[in-house]
């Protein structure tokens, strides 16, 4: 006849510190890795979010300067004073065409575009160009045929070539934005 022998289960002493240790340790790396994230992702969130200044600009101020026929005509501003710019053209589907580039300071400091149809000063469109500018942050700027020299727009018609700065704000650097009226 054989003897039984009893079974003993669980965990040795040595077993259970071996595996407290090692769960510290992947809760230390978890617990520095989370604060680094969260940490970091306010600036990455904010360096994103002015990235997309430069490619909306594009999109949008470069056909309004090729379509333009006026630069800041007298007396004529899309959606409240104070614009950078206002560019001016007949279009065949909606009259009077008005975009006015300004910074609005209702909720930060941001470029907005705003588009004024059928010669009416009320935007129809107000379009947020660049989310998070400096102070001042944008400007625009015509080149001097006569002085090759990029200047205030003071000659409205006459004007061919408008580059638009814009300075970011949280260092995302200044870019500009070169474009050529095709109306003549």
Request: proline share 5%; net charge positive.
């Given at each position: 006849?054989?003897?039984?022998?009893?079974?003993?289960?669980?965990?040795?002493?040595?077993?259970?510190?071996?595996?407290?240790?090692i769960l510290g340790i992947i809760s230390v790396t978890v617990?520095?890795?989370?604060?680094?994230?969260?940490?970091?992702?306010?600036?990455?969130?904010?360096?994103?979010?002015?990235?997309?200044?430069?490619?909306?600009?594009?999109?949008?101020?470069?056909?309004?300067?090729?379509?333009?026929?006026?630069?800041?005509?007298?007396?004529?501003?899309?959606?409240?004073?104070?614009?950078?710019?206002?560019?001016?053209?007949?279009?065949?589907?909606?009259?009077?065409?008005?975009?006015?580039?300004?910074?609005?300071?209702?909720?930060?400091?941001?470029?907005?575009?705003?588009?004024?149809?059928?010669?009416?000063?009320?935007?129809?469109?107000?379009?947020?160009?660049?989310?998070?500018?400096?102070?001042?942050?944008?400007?625009?700027?015509?080149?001097?045929?006569?002085?090759?020299?990029?200047?205030?727009?003071?000659?409205?018609?006459?004007?061919?070539?408008?580059?638009?700065?814009?300075?970011?704000?949280?260092?995302?650097?200044?870019?500009?934005?070169?474009?050529?009226?095709?109306?003549?």
């Open positions: 006849m054989t003897a039984r022998r009893a079974r003993q289960d669980g965990f040795t002493l040595v077993e259970l510190v071996m595996a407290i240790a617990g520095v890795v989370s604060s680094v994230m969260f940490r970091t992702v306010g600036s990455s969130q904010a360096r994103l979010t002015e990235t997309r200044g430069p490619r909306y600009a594009s999109v949008y101020w470069i056909p309004d300067v090729g379509s333009t026929e006026t630069v800041n005509p007298a007396g004529t501003v899309c959606g409240g004073a104070g614009p950078l710019v206002t560019l001016q053209w007949n279009d065949d589907r909606t009259g009077l065409t008005t975009v006015s580039y300004a910074i609005d300071t209702t909720s930060g400091r941001i470029l907005v575009r705003r588009l004024c149809t059928n010669g009416s000063t009320t935007p129809t469109r107000t379009t947020t160009i660049a989310p998070s500018i400096a102070t001042p942050g944008a400007e625009v700027k015509c080149f001097d045929n006569t002085t090759s020299t990029w200047s205030a727009c003071t000659t409205p018609d006459t004007d061919k070539s408008l580059r638009l700065m814009v300075t970011g704000a949280h260092g995302g650097g200044t870019f500009n934005i070169d474009a050529v009226r095709e109306v003549t």
